[in-house]
């Protein structure tokens, strides 16, 4: 059973930066699609980045802001966000799913990912 631990998440004033880590108990990079997700109150979980061994995907509205990356040694995936807007504020989690989702655009169905952390608060003044 995979557990996934995210961490980092707080408040800022737009225009920061932070970075959520999600810690895996389990070693996740090979045969595996992690995603980062993030769900505002009354919005629907959307797919913010995703990585595999074969590269990165981004929500294209993210692009440039975001920048998704894993650590193989200590199974920590990391997201950096950069220039924060009050339109970030949400709990992001991340997300466990097989490598073949992030081959195509399945990286972005939450509904797809069985492994979930219990996800971290980011809010933006």
């Known amino acids: 059973h995979v557990q996934l631990v995210e961490s980092g998440g707080g408040s800022v004033q737009a225009g920061g930066s932070l970075r959520l880590s999600c810690a895996a108990s389990?070693?996740?990079?090979?045969?595996?699609?992690m995603g980062w997700f993030r769900q505002a109150p009354g919005e629907e979980r959307e797919g913010v980045a995703a990585?595999?061994?074969?590269?990165?995907m981004y929500a294209d509205s993210l692009k440039g802001r975001f920048t998704i990356s894993q650590d193989n040694a200590e199974d920590i995936v990391y997201l950096q966000m950069n220039s924060l807007k009050p339109d970030d504020t949400a709990m992001y989690y991340c997300?466990?799913?097989?490598?073949?989702?992030?081959?195509?655009?399945?990286?972005?169905?939450?509904?797809?990912?069985?492994?979930w952390g219990q996800g971290t608060q980011v809010t933006v003044s």
């Open positions: 997300a466990r799913g097989p490598s073949a989702y992030c081959s195509n655009d399945s990286w972005r169905k939450s509904a797809l990912f069985l492994y």
């Open positions: 389990r070693s996740t990079y090979i045969r595996s699609c």
């Open positions: 990585i595999h061994s074969g590269g990165t």
